[in-house]
Structure formats: C-alpha cells, structure tokens
C-alpha cells in the first residue's frame, strides 16, 4: 500500500455493501496501538460488516484502509461469533488453539516447534492449559470460547478483534472472559477492537467508542461518548443503569 | 465339547471352504481389479467424507453421483466408454453445485436436487430411448464385480495416492478450514482453491468408483465412515484414522460376502458400512456410559 498511516489500523472514507446495496458508506476512525476500542450499534447497523472488511473477508466498495506499525489484516487475531465454527466438532483444545498459528508458518506445511510453544503460552494465559487434551465438544460454553480467544491469541500479532465474544455465556463466564481480555490489553499491550451488544461492559472497558449506524454515529473516546447524545439514542432513552 | 476347543479356527470346515472360494474368485483378474478400486475408492471417499460430512456439504456426494449416473446412461446410449465421457461432466458438475449453493439465491441443498432429479430423468430417458431397463443398468445403479478394466485400477491408485498426499500434506490448513472458513480464510488460507479441490477430487472419486458401488449407494462411503468414527473419536487426527480403516475394512468384507453369496457389490459394501456404523455407536454409546 502507498499510503501510510501512523495508526495501527485507520479507515478513510470506508464504503461497504452487499450486492450492490450499501451496508456502511464514509466510516473514517483510526486504532491506536494499545487501545480497547468498541464497536456499538443496533443489529443491521453494519458492524458485522465492517469486521470483515478488517480482516479482508470483505473488499471495500470505497474507501480504503490502512495498516501501520507493520501490520496487515492477516496479523490480526480474530474471534468469529459463536456460529462461526461448529461446537460439536471432533477436535482436541490443542489441534484447535495451534491452528490458530496457520497464518505466521505460511510456507511451512506443519506446525513449527515456535508454534507449538506459542499455542503452550496461549493455552496457559487463558488459563486452558489443563484442557490441552480435553475434546472440544465436551467443553461448557465459557471454556469454549477461551480456546478460541486462545487460538485467535495464536494469530494476533499485535490486534485482537473479538465479534460478540459473550454472547450467550453465563454471568460467570462473561465477567471472567471480560477481564481476560481487559489484561490482555492492560498487562500484554494488546489492542483490542470488539464488536458488543452489552453497552453497560463496553462502558466499563473501553478507551474508543465507535458507534454505528449505517455510517458513522459517534467515533471518540469514553468520556466524549458518555457527554453525548447518542448513547441515549442507542439505549433508547432509558439512560445505563 | 472339550476336543472343539483344541481345533484352530482355520480348521474349521466352514471356515475352510469360505477360504478356499474366496481363493478361487481372487484368482479371476477381474475380482481383483474390483477390490483394489473398491477399497482405494472407498478409502478416499472416506477421508474426503470427513471434511464434507464436518462442513455439513455430504449431500454434495450425493447430488455428484445423480450425475454421474445421467452420464453413464447417456454414455451407454453413444457407445462411449463410460469413465471417459462421465469423468468430466461430474468435475464440471462439481464445481457448478459448488458455485450455485455459494453464490445464488437458491439455496446449495435445494440446488443439489434440482440437478440430482434432473440427471436422472435424462439418464433414464436415455436408456428407454434404447435398451431398456436392462442389467446394466441395474449395475451401474447397485454396482457390479466385472464393470472394472486394468485402465481403471491405475486411475484409482493415482486419484488415491493423490488424496493421500493432499490430506497428509495438508492437513492442518484441511482442519482449520473444516473448523472455521473465516477464521481459516482471514489467516490468509486460500480456502476457496481447498473446497474446489476437495469438491473436484470428490467427483473423481464418484466417477471411479460408481461402477463397483453403484450410483445409488456411492455416497454412502462419503458419510457412514466419517459419522461411524466420530461416534468413537472426539478429535480430528483420530476420526480420520479411524474412517480410513472402517472403509477398508467395510469394503474388502463387502467384496468377499459380493463374491461368496453373490451380492450386489455395492449393497454388500454399504452393508458393511452400515454394520460398522452401528458398531461404532454401541462402541461411542458404552465409551460415554463408562464415563
């Protein structure tokens, strides 16, 4: 790409659609490294979208986006939503979290032994380390989605991009992965963009808010979000508890 | 019975003569050619069943084996030879069902019986248009021990050799792409040169095999082995390991019972697939009761 960028991640002008028909038109934000940035709005508002733009799934039908800090949408690691991937699926916790390295051994046809280590470390700070062996299947809700945060831990060089990470988790389990993740980005330096439903959470966590609607609502941190008149738009006027 | 106990199991007289036929029919050219076809074809379909039956596209084996049979039909009505002429159409039918349930409105199941009914309808126009319903065509149907010509064997042990390197050599980006195509694909996977791949080799292994198996029956060894395992086996490597062999085994014991009673080669191979289908889920069942 010529254009460069002092972000890690920034759009200009993004322009998305589906057959023709336009999803998101001019979102223009910008990621900086070691921030917690989350992506809010109603369902259809096109943040789905937007996500897989991030990580090429999705070509822009304008606009562009940019990597810096020697990054590309392949570095990043990402977590799908839940209907992703298959939950009765034969596969030890291991043979899942490794494939997550699939992207840095590009030429090679096997896993490398700095992979297996770097699965180990994923493992251990998601705190599965134990489950290495265990199936996949058998797993409760919670466990399952730390292997999968594991696994997108394998991928992320610097970024995590997690798509509705708790979403049908146990009050337990969500508390738990929210604050793995909030350490990930604290403790590990790890950006982290989410995609979330729970504004209350998003609220407690995040620097950035970027705020959809088709386009872009609101993009700035926090404190300008929690000032402004959009949150009460979202929340629909019931104010956060 | 205390003497009974002292005799060795190849003694026993019935046993004897199951050998001994079996030896006499192993001795015909052509009994062998079936079983290296059958088993190589069966192998493969297995492994390839693994990753189509996770990915919830198994039925893709069923609508590429409608074709296959609408081909042979008309193959037969030409005087063509029957691999050559439907070796193509089903490739190219693969990756039209492929292009159609990814990309259109209708949606892939509905697609797969479109084309399914209608090759079947044209098959079987083609053969009132000439024959008639005859033994050949109840052949190509339920499969036959003497369909298979020398040329067809060195077709099997190449498309087998070739699905062995592909599933061996590849089988960390097949598994992530199984798992999770995003996931897969946002890693920078090409993962739709694996399905082409996967859906093109299927076809081949369809086209081969159609006439040991049968058309009706083929996809069988696409789904029984890979669910047969994953009843037992709760992780990747194992399921595929444990699918080639039920496939091996079922087809050779299908080959044996077709030359000894004179079966139709194909039911008697799904029929031992199905047995050891219902073996894995006592097996599966017992596993998960013990824990």
Redesign the interface.
């Known amino acids: 790409m010529k254009n460069k960028t002092l972000y890690q991640i920034e759009c200009r002008g993004l322009a998305l659609s589906y057959e023709g028909k336009n999803v998101l038109s001019n979102v223009s934000f910008s990621v900086s490294a070691g921030d917690y940035l989350c992506i809010v709005g109603e369902n259809g508002s096109g943040k789905s979208t937007l996500i ?1 733009a991030l ?3 999705k070509k822009p039908s304008g606009g562009e986006i940019l990597f810096g800090d020697g990054l590309s ?2 570095s ?1 690691g ?1 977590l ?1 939503q839940q209907t ?3 939950r009765d ?4 916790v291991r ?2 979290v ?3 390295c ?2 840095r051994s ?1 030429a090679h ?3 490398l032994a700095q992979d297996k280590k770097r699965a180990a470390y994923a493992m251990e700070r998601m705190g599965i380390a134990e489950l290495a062996e265990a ?4 797993l409760s809700g919670g466990q399952k989605q730390k292997v999968i945060l594991a ?1 997108a831990l394998c ?1 992320a060089e610097k970024i995590l991009l997690l798509d509705e990470p708790v979403t049908g988790l146990d009050p337990t389990s969500t508390k738990e992965l929210y604050s793995l993740i909030s350490s990930l980005n604290k403790n590990d330096g790890m950006t982290v963009i989410m995609v979330s439903h729970d504004i209350a959470q998003s609220l407690t966590y995040a620097n950035k808010i970027l705020h959809l609607d088709r386009s872009v609502k609101f993009f700035g941190t926090k404190e300008e979000y929690l000032a402004s008149n959009e949150l009460g738009a979202l929340l629909g006027g019931d104010g956060i508890e | 019975m205390p003497q009974m106990s002292l005799v060795p199991f190849w003694e026993v007289t019935a046993l004897n003569n199951i050998f001994a036929s079996l030896g006499v029919y192993f001795s015909y050219k052509f009994v062998i050619f079936a079983f290296i076809v059958g088993v190589l074809v069966s192998l493969c379909a297995s492994l390839l069943g693994v990753t189509l039956v ?1 990915r919830r596209c198994s039925m893709i084996g069923d609508g590429l084996s409608h074709v296959a049979f609408g081909a042979l039909a008309i193959s037969a009505v030409l005087g063509a030879s029957p691999l050559a002429f439907s070796l193509p159409i089903v490739v190219i039918s693969a990756i039209l069902l492929l292009r159609i349930s990814e990309n259109s409105k209708i949606g892939g199941d509905a697609a797969i019986a479109m084309i399914s009914s209608a090759s079947v309808a044209i098959g079987v126009i083609a053969i009132s248009l000439t024959t008639g319903m005859n033994s050949d065509v109840n052949s190509y149907m339920f499969g036959s021990l003497t369909a298979m010509e020398e040329s067809d064997i060195y077709l099997a042990i190449a498309l087998s050799v070739f699905v062995l390197i592909f599933y061996v ?2 089988y ?2 097949i ?2 792409f199984t ?11 090409r993962t739709e040169l694996y399905k082409t791949v996967t859906a093109i080799i299927t076809a081949i292994t369809i086209a081969i095999g159609m006439r040991v198996i049968g058309a009706m029956l083929i996809s069988a060894l696409i789904i029984f082995p890979a669910l047969g395992a ?1 009843r037992v ?7 595929s390991i444990c699918a080639a062999l039920l496939a091996v085994i079922s087809a050779s014991l299908g080959i044996c019972a077709s030359c000894l009673w004179a079966l139709p080669t194909g039911a008697a191979i799904v029929a031992f697939n199905a047995i050891s289908f219902l073996l894995c889920s006592l097996a599966g069942g017992i596993i998960r009761y013990g824990r």
Request: net charge positive; aromatic share 22%; charged share 25%.
């Open positions: 897989k990580i090429s799934l949408g392949k990043i990402y799908p992703a991937f298959k699926f034969p596969a030890k043979e899942i490794l494939s997550g699939l992207g590009k046809l096997f896993y199936s996949f299947a058998n696994r991928a | 996770l050599f590849f960390n980006r598994f992530a798992f999770d195509e995003d996931f897969a694909k946002a890693a920078g996977l994953m086996f709760r992780s990747f490597k194992a399921v």
